[in-house]
C-alpha cells in the first residue's frame, strides 16, 4: 500500500484548490461547516459539472473520467477543507450514480447518468421510516404493481435534502408474503409526481435539513425499478458502504477546526494569549493526531474502492472513527470558547460565526444518519473480527 500521492495527483489537488480559491476570491459563497450536506447551491454544483468532476470514477463510456476513487477523495476532500456547498450533488455523484452504472438497464444508464453528470439530479435518500432505521428491512413502505407501473404507498422520514431534491432514491416493498429482507426493491423517480408530499422537519440548530415524505397512490413506471426486484435490500447494503466511505464522515466541520486555531492564536484571556495555555494547547495536537489518522483511513479506503472491492468493514469503522472525532472536535471548541459557545451564528458576539455552536448541536446526529455506530461496530465485530452472529 503506497500512500504517496503521485505528481498528478498533486498536480490535480492544486487544480481543485485553485478553483475553490477563485470561488472564495469572486465571493460566490461562503465556506461553512457540514456544507457537503447542508449547502445547497445549484450554481456551484453546475460549475463542478462543467470541471467534469461529478462521476469522476465513472468509466468513460457512461460519461466519466475513468478516474480512481483516490482522485475523487482529493476533490472531495478539499471541498470539505473549503466548506465548498456541494450537497445539490454529493449523494448523486456518491452513490445513486454508481448504483445506477451497477444495478441500471442500458436505458436507464442513458437516461439517468448524463442528468447526475450535469449536477441536475438533487437525489434524496429515501430509507428511513418510522418504524424502520437500522432495521431497514421493517419497512412498510408499498409499491404494488399495476399494469405498467407501480402504485406507491407510505412515509419516508429523515430524507436529507428533501426539500430541495428534485429525485429520490426509494426503497419500498414489492413483496408482503417474502421474508422481510427479501420482498423490497429500490426505485429512483422525479419527485414532482401527484401524491409526494414534502413536510419539512426543523433540526436541532433550527435549520431545515431532513423532511418527512408521505407517499399517497403515487404512480411510477416499472422503468423507475433499479436493479432486480425484490433483491433491493442487499443492493442498498452494498451502497451503504459507499455512503458510509467518505471524508465527509471526518471532515465536515474541518472549517472549524481551522477557525479555533486562528482563535486560540489571536484571543487573549486574563492576559494572557490561548495559544500559550498547555492544555488548549494538547488538546489541540491531540485533535490533529486524531485527524490524520482518520485521513489515513479514509484514504485506505479509496484504495479499497479501487481494487474494486466495496469497503464493509472498512466504512463501517471509518465512520465511526471519523463521527466520534467530529462530536469531539465540537466539544473542544465549546470547551475553549466557553460561555460565549452558546451563541448561535445570528449574534455578533458568536466566536468563529457561530460555528462551534452549530457544530456542536449538528454533530450529535452524525453517529445516527447513515448507521448508528452501535450498527458499524456490529458490523466490524461480525466482518472484520468474525464474533458470532447474535
Ligand atoms: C442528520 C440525519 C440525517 C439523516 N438522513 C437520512 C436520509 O437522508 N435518508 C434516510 O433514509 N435516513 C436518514 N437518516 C435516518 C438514519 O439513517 C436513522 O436515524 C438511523 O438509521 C437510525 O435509525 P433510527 O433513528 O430509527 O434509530 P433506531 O434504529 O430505532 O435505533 C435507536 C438506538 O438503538 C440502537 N440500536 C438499534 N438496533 C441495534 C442493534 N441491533 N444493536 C445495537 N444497537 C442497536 C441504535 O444504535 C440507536 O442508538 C438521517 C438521520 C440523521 C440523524
Known amino acids: 500500500m503506497d500512500f504517496k500521492f503521485s505528481e498528478e495527483q498533486q498536480k490535480f489537488r492544486q487544480e481543485v484548490r485553485d478553483f475553490l480559491e477563485e470561488e472564495l ?43 480512481s476513487y483516490v482522485d475523487r477523495l482529493i476533490i472531495t476532500e478539499e471541498m470539505l477543507r473549503y466548506g465548498a456547498p456541494a450537497g445539490c450533488h454529493w449523494f448523486a455523484d456518491r452513490q445513486i450514480g454508481g448504483a445506477i452504472l451497477l444495478y441500471g438497464t442500458d436505458e436507464q444508464k442513458k437516461e439517468l447518468l448524463p442528468m447526475i453528470l450535469r449536477g441536475e439530479a438533487r437525489v434524496g435518500l429515501g430509507m428511513s421510516e418510522p418504524e424502520a432505521g437500522s432495521d431497514l428491512a421493517s419497512l412498510k413502505t408499498r409499491a404494488v404493481e399495476d399494469g405498467d407501473d407501480y402504485i406507491i404507498d407510505g412515509q419516508k422520514v429523515w430524507t436529507s435534502g428533501g426539500s430541495h431534491m428534485n429525485w429520490i432514491y426509494l426503497v419500498a416493498r414489492t413483496d408482503q408474503e417474502a421474508p422481510k429482507h427479501r420482498g423490497i426493491s429500490e426505485f429512483f423517480f422525479e419527485t414532482r409526481l401527484p401524491g409526494i408530499d414534502v413536510r419539512p422537519i426543523v433540526d436541532i440548530t433550527g435549520r431545515v435539513h431532513f423532511n418527512e415524505i408521505f407517499f399517497d397512490s403515487v404512480r411510477v413506471s416499472k422503468k423507475c425499478l433499479i436493479g432486480e426486484k425484490n433483491r433491493g435490500f442487499y443492493q442498498i447494503l452494498h451502497q451503504l458502504d459507499y455512503e458510509r466511505s467518505g471524508m465527509e464522515r471526518l471532515m465536515a466541520n474541518y472549517p472549524l477546526f481551522e477557525a479555533l486555531i486562528q482563535y486560540v492564536k489571536e484571543t487573549k484571556r486574563n492576559g494572557k494569549p490561548l495559544s500559550e495555555e498547555p492544555l488548549i494547547r494538547s488538546k489541540l495536537a491531540q485533535l490533529k493526531i486524531e485527524l490524520e489518522v482518520g485521513r489515513l483511513h479514509m484514504y485506505r479506503i479509496a484504495l479499497v474502492m479501487d481494487e474494486g472491492r466495496a469497503p464493509n468493514w472498512e466504512s463501517a469503522m471509518g465512520k465511526a472513527y471519523g463521527t466520534a472525532f467530529e462530536q469531539r472536535l465540537a466539544n473542544t471548541a465549546m470547551e475553549i470558547i466557553g460561555l460565549y459557545g452558546q451563541l448561535s451564528p445570528e449574534s455578533k458576539w458568536a466566536p468563529m460565526l457561530g460555528m462551534a455552536h452549530e457544530s456542536y448541536l449538528s454533530s450529535k446526529g452524525y453517529s445516527l444518519q447513515a448507521g448508528t455506530s452501535e450498527i458499524l461496530k456490529n458490523i466490524l465485530a461480525l466482518r472484520k473480527l468474525e464474533l458470532p452472529t447474535q
Do not use: N, Y
Not at 53 to 61: R, S
Open 25 to 67: 476570491r469572486q465571493g460566490l459563497w461562503q465556506p461553512s461547516c457540514d456544507a457537503w450536506i447542508m449547502g445547497f447551491d445549484p450554481e456551484f454544483t453546475k460549475r463542478v459539472a462543467q470541471k467534469g468532476w461529478i462521476g469522476l470514477t465513472w468509466p468513460k463510456e457512461h460519461g466519466g473520467q475513468g478516474r
